[in-house]
């Protein structure tokens, strides 16, 4: 298991963790909030697959989050999507929230990348995905 940060040469940009068959990778945010994370799982020996992906949006310059976006794929391409809102009211220590969800299908070869070498993140690191 390993961690590697990634920064602009300033700042921290994203996070990489590799736990055995399970890769993570979070973008952080100028405030340094985590405000997308894709979850790989090596589903074929040496090749990862973007099973998860999540957006999260905050609450102005707060650590408090707003709504957030999770999309859990399957190599076959259907894609079931998770949004909730959440609503925080002073004095809280957690939100309300509303969870609304949906299935649909997707073209997922775009969500295919080898197992990278020690060092060589780069295609991890792509916000845009197909």
């Given at each position: 298991m390993h961690t590697a940060i990634v920064s602009d040469?300033?700042?921290p940009t994203a996070f990489?963790?590799?736990?055995?068959?399970?890769?993570?990778v979070g973008f952080l945010d100028r405030n340094l909030r985590e405000y997308m994370?894709?979850?790989f799982d090596e589903v074929l020996?040496?090749?990862l697959f973007l099973a998860r992906a999540t957006h999260r949006e905050y609450?102005?310059?707060t650590d408090r989050v707003k709504s957030g976006t999770s999309y859990y794929f399957k190599q076959d391409g259907s894609v079931a999507v998770k949004r909730e809102d959440f609503a925080w009211t002073e004095g809280q220590s957690s939100p309300v929230g509303t969870v609304s969800t949906k299935d649909t299908q997707v073209?997922?070869?775009?969500h295919w990348e080898p197992y990278p070498k020690f060092g060589e993140y780069d295609?991890?690191?792509?916000?845009?995905?197909?």
């Open positions: 040469g300033v700042n990489i963790e590799f736990n055995g068959g399970y890769v993570g994370c894709y979850v020996p040496g090749k609450e102005g310059e073209d997922v070869s775009g295609a991890l690191l792509r916000v845009e995905r197909s």
